[in-house]
Nanobody, 118 residues
Framework: QLQASGGGLVQTGGSLRLSCAVSGHTVRDYHMAWFRQAPGKERELLGRISRSSATTYYLDSVKGRFTMSRDNAKNTVYLQMNSLKPEDTAVYYC?????????????WGQGTLVTVSS
């Protein structure tokens, strides 16, 4: 089970850190990702971090502003979001998969809402 938390209301330029706590599994066994879905839009992949943290990917629009990290000891993955913009408003989801090259994610969190006010 994945539990996403940390969302909320923030002003433009502000920061938030989202957490994805993993239970019932060991997070070090999974490649982890964050997605988001804005109202009326399709879900998009924001970033991905490999099991070893050696490989990361970020959507161009969040590069330099968002950073993924993982703490295997706490069984948790984080998404640090800085310089937030109104267009970052969305429900954010974490997800886990076992095959880095696959597009199929096995487990999903329930989502946490981020609202950025202008």
């Amino acid at each position: 089970q994945l539990q996403a938390s940390g969302g909320g209301l923030v002003q433009t330029g502000g920061s938030l850190r989202l957490s994805c706590a993993v239970s019932g599994h060991t997070v070090r066994d999974y490649h982890m990702a964050w997605f988001r879905q804005a109202p009326g839009k399709e879900r998009e992949l924001l970033g991905r971090i490999s099991r070893s943290s050696a490989t990361t990917y970020y959507l161009d629009s969040v590069k330099g502003r968002f950073t993924m990290s993982r703490d295997n000891a706490k069984n948790t993955v984080y998404l640090q979001m800085n310089s937030l913009k109104p267009e970052d408003t969305a429900v954010y989801y974490c997800a886990a998969k076992t095959v880095l090259s696959s597009s199929q994610y096995l487990y999903w969190g329930q989502g946490t809402l981020v609202t950025v006010s202008s």
